[in-house]
């Protein structure tokens, strides 16, 4: 069954300070990729989302993301980051563009250090 | 820009109790989505719908059912709650598929005593 996996449940770093959070999915295709972020008591939004094309996307405030066929990854990046960016982030993929099943990881929860 | 209210924002209800969450959307969206949030699960499909009148289930959807009533609103119940079903349902809406961008709302959270 395709499964996406967030082997981080909880990531901190410190204000100022690069960041990587890990997505890695399991389908044999090349699926439609995405994160989403959830600020407390809000629903999720997009950060971005790869179709095809450049390998690495950018997204909202800084964010960008690689997809790495080969390793069946698609990690989030940020070079430098504000107290703000504190949130659960969501990696996501769909497999099929009118299937409706949107697949979604256990969330990475990113707090930041002042 | 649009919007996505989900009614009520806190459900508490009894064990066995039918309990129904709504939500509306006011991008005009054709395709609408309900998941369940779990601490530390992810967010699972229980129900989504195409377009009006149109109902296809998730992953997740035995023990609930939905209702598109219009293109603006699509319903779940929770045929008969239990306890640990308490969790975080948030409602999604997209222009076609699911790999557009979904846009959510913030939420309803069950609470089953």
């Known amino acids: 069954a395709q499964s996406v996996t967030q082997p981080d449940a909880r990531v901190t770093v410190s204000e100022g300070a690069s960041l990587q959070l890990r997505c890695k999915y399991s389908y044999s295709g090349t699926p439609y990729l995405f994160w989403y972020v959830q600020y407390p008591r809000q629903g999720l939004q997009l950060l971005l989302k790869?179709?095809?094309?450049?390998?690495v996307v950018q997204g909202v405030n800084g964010f960008e993301a690689e997809f790495i066929k080969s390793n069946s990854s698609f990690h989030l990046r940020k070079a430098s980051v504000h107290w703000s960016d504190s949130a659960v982030y969501f990696c996501?993929?769909?497999?099929?563009?009118?299937?409706?099943?949107?697949?979604f990881g256990q969330g990475t929860k990113l707090s930041i250090k002042p | 820009g649009g919007i996505i209210t989900q009614t009520p924002k806190f459900l508490i209800g009894q064990e066995g109790q039918k309990l129904t969450l709504k939500c509306q959307q006011n991008?005009?969206?054709?395709?609408m989505y309900w998941y369940r949030q779990d601490s530390g699960k992810g967010l699972r499909l229980i129900y989504y719908s195409i377009t009006e009148n149109d109902l296809q289930k998730g992953d997740l959807s035995e023990g609930y059912d939905a209702s598109r009533e219009k293109k603006s609103s699509f319903s779940l119940t929770v045929t008969s709650a239990q306890k640990n079903e308490m969790a975080v349902f948030l409602c999604?809406?997209?222009?076609?598929?699911?790999?557009?961008?979904?846009?959510f709302g913030s939420g309803t959270r069950l609470t089953v005593l």
């Open positions: 996501a993929v769909s497999l099929n563009y009118n299937q409706g099943k949107l697949i």
């Open positions: 790869y179709y095809s094309g450049d390998p």
């Open positions: 991008f005009n969206h054709d395709t």
């Open positions: 999604a809406s997209s222009i076609l598929g699911s790999a557009e961008t979904l846009y």
